[in-house]
């Protein structure tokens, strides 16, 4: 059974930063694209950022461009997501998820429904 599990959220004070982390293990790791998402209370999920298979190309959304890094370590079948200068919008739960590509360059589509493989969320709260 394939299971995504992520790691690494927290409360933290604007300005700060955060590391998360979404593992694999069971996951034909190398054969999927993997993104993040992130859903505030009241709103709809949304794409955050997304790492292609190989040759690391990466896309944001444009409120964490600059500011939030994606990667991946296929040997470890974790991605991560390393997010400074940390907001208060940044505020929500934060999923990992994969999708299939056979492309070593096809980026993550920003649609959520597209994704197959999903973690549970982890927690990111940013106060002032």
């Known amino acids: 059974q394939v299971q995504l599990v992520e790691s690494g959220g927290g409360s933290v004070q604007v300005g700060n930063s955060l590391r998360l982390s979404c593992a694999a293990p069971?996951?034909?790791?190398?054969?999927?694209?993997m993104s993040w998402f992130r859903q505030a209370p009241g709103k709809e999920r949304e794409f955050v950022a997304s790492i292609t298979r190989g040759f690391g190309i990466t896309s944001y959304a444009p409120s964490v461009e600059g500011r939030f890094t994606i990667s991946r370590d296929n040997s470890k079948k974790t991605a991560y997501l390393q997010m400074n200068s940390l907001k208060s919008e940044d505020t929500g739960v934060y999923f990992c998820?994969?999708?299939?590509?056979?492309?070593?360059?096809?980026?993550?589509?920003?649609?959520?429904?597209?994704?197959?493989?999903w973690g549970q969320g982890t927690q990111v709260t940013v106060s002032s």
């Open positions: 069971a996951l034909d790791f190398n054969n999927y694209v």
């Open positions: 998820a994969a999708v299939f590509r056979s492309s070593l360059r096809s980026t993550g589509p920003r649609e959520s429904n597209s994704y197959r493989y």
